[in-house]
């Protein structure tokens, strides 16, 4: 299935986030944009045990795979998680570096513009 624009939108206010997003919810957003992607779950590597972020990113896609969540539901989720993470940390629609300090790349910025004024977003 091929993503929406609502849903790359949301892609790109995540790295818009102005507060450190918490580890469950980066987990979710990591799920649900695997699932998005259609990217076969049973095509992963499993994780060495001893790699603890590749194992709970592994995990939190294993979960939403085996709650038989489909790429259009990944993707509702994803864009309502977005939207209560940026209530919940903060966003900065001008922002062009992410919360942790990492510069957000110039196509990406200016796909967020191109996306928001399609969309009509008041940003």
């Given at each position: 299935?091929?993503?929406?624009?609502?849903?790359?939108?949301?892609?790109?206010?995540?790295?818009?986030?102005?507060?450190?997003?918490?580890?469950?919810?980066?987990?979710?957003?990591?799920?649900?944009?695997?699932?998005?992607?259609?990217?076969?779950?049973?095509?992963?590597?499993?994780?060495?045990?001893?790699?603890?972020?590749?194992?709970?990113?592994?995990?939190?896609?294993?979960?939403?795979?085996n709650?038989?969540?489909?790429?259009?539901?990944?993707?509702?989720?994803?864009?309502?998680?977005?939207?209560?993470?940026?209530?919940?940390?903060?966003?900065?629609?001008?922002?062009?570096?992410?919360?942790?300090?990492?510069?957000?790349?110039?196509?990406?910025?200016?796909?967020?513009?191109?996306?928001?004024?399609?969309?009509?977003?008041p940003?």
């Amino acid at each position: 299935m091929p993503v929406t624009p609502q849903f790359e939108l949301a892609t790109l206010e995540v790295k818009k986030i102005t507060g450190a997003i918490s580890n469950e919810d980066l987990l979710q957003f990591y799920a649900f944009y695997k699932i998005s992607h259609s990217e076969d779950f049973a095509k992963a590597e499993k994780p060495s045990a001893f790699n603890f972020k590749a194992k709970y990113k592994y995990q939190a896609w294993e979960k939403e795979v085996n709650a038989g969540v489909t790429a259009a539901q990944a993707q509702q989720k994803y864009i309502q998680l977005a939207e209560t993470c940026k209530q919940k940390y903060g966003f900065d629609a001008k922002a062009t570096k992410s919360a942790n300090g990492e510069a957000i790349k110039d196509t990406d910025l200016k796909r967020f513009d191109e996306l928001a004024k399609q969309l009509g977003k008041p940003y």
